[in-house]
């Protein structure tokens, strides 16, 4: 009853007080200070805050934020008690709320920042799941090529304890040859020819052991064709197609390439059909750079060994070694070239070979 109307003052933004009865509805004041304090104050036409009547209540409150002339504000509402818990006023602060600018630029930093490390850590994750399977990789690759270099040891010996044996019943074959003039007996053409075969098996066994030292020279493919044609079969020979042959010189190791298109050709003419023919296209796709293309019109390659053909003792033929296309692989990768297949089912296979100037590499 004793609280006078300029005993609760309203502390706008700038700091300055004014009377309450700038800011109350006269129902509010009555309510809160009595019917006495509520004649006595002028009340303004302006409604009443929520928070200001939450704070009449009892109850502390802070506004949202709200904007006046452009500028964000907030507020404060805080009920003042005597010591016998009635309210006798109302602490009202405002302020401006330019802080929140600061805030809303700092979220917006922290969001960037965040998605930023995201993308850092997605990043970092990838790379460290690609050495990771690239360590695999190679861990598996280096098992394998331990693997290779013990059976090529193990091949090499046996190769050469085979060479004697073999000679042996070369040298016998042709001694009971000549004592029964049995020239034109099939069994003693057989023989020979059946030695030759293991021979080539032994060369290849040999040369798949080996890493032979390059001996680089100028390539004329002329002679590289011809030398190709020489050590095919007569039969193949008559059905190889040669495309017109380029006029890039680059060195390269020429028995080397040559050993690694003859296995290619063999390869093609022992999948096609009989009387097929087999193409071997020569190009240079880039200078100092040649391409070769063994095409065959055979029966193709399954998809799911394509990927295997070049893995060494893998074959699909009954008596076959799987250590041609095995030793064309290693040969292409000693010349530093690259060699890709690729095949459709009843309609044939192309290999390609590409091969660049050893000279203008080194």
Avoid: C, W
């Amino acid at each position: 009853a004793d609280l006078k109307p300029t005993d609760v003052n309203y502390i706008n933004a700038h700091g300055t007080s004014t009377p309450l009865n700038d800011k109350v509805e006269t129902l509010a004041i009555k309510k809160a200070f009595g019917e006495d304090v509520a004649r006595k104050l002028k009340i303004s036409s302006t409604a009443l805050h929520r928070e200001f009547k939450k704070a009449l209540s009892g109850l502390t409150v802070v506004s949202e934020i709200r904007k006046y002339a452009g500028e964000p504000f907030m507020s404060a509402y805080a009920p003042l008690k005597n010591i016998d818990g009635f309210l006798t006023a109302v602490l009202v602060i405002e302020a401006r709320a330019g802080f929140f600018n600061v805030l809303s630029s700092l979220k917006k930093r922290l969001l960037l920042f965040s998605f930023i490390n995201l993308v850092l850590i997605s990043l970092t994750a990838l790379f460290l799941f690609r050495m990771i399977q690239r360590s695999m990789h190679y861990q598996a690759e280096l098992k394998d090529q331990q693997h290779l270099v013990e059976l090529g040891t193990m091949a090499a010996s046996v190769a050469h304890e085979l060479r004697n044996p073999l000679g042996i019943i070369q040298g016998t074959n042709d001694v009971i040859k000549k004592k029964y003039h049995a020239e034109k007996d099939e069994i003693f053409n057989y023989i020979p020819d059946e030695i030759k075969r293991l021979n080539r098996l032994i060369d290849n066994f040999l040369t798949f052991s080996r890493s032979p030292q390059l001996s680089l020279e100028p390539l004329y493919m002329d002679q590289i064709t011809e030398h190709i044609l020489q050590s095919l079969p007569e039969e193949n020979r008559r059905h190889l197609i040669l495309s017109q042959l380029p006029d890039t010189k680059i060195q390269s190791d020429r028995q080397l390439l040559e050993q690694a298109l003859l296995n290619v050709l063999l390869n093609a003419f022992q999948a096609s059909r009989s009387g097929q023919a087999v193409a071997l296209n020569i190009s240079s796709p880039k200078k100092n750079r040649l391409r070769f293309e063994i095409i065959d019109h055979g029966t193709g390659i399954p998809k799911e060994v394509q990927a295997k053909i070049f893995t060494p003792f893998f074959t699909t033929k009954e008596q076959g070694t799987g250590l041609g296309l095995a030793i064309t692989k290693r040969i292409v990768d000693q010349l530093q070239g690259t060699i890709t297949v690729s095949s459709q089912k009843e309609k044939g296979t192309t290999l390609r070979i590409e091969i660049p100037d050893l000279n203008k590499k080194s």
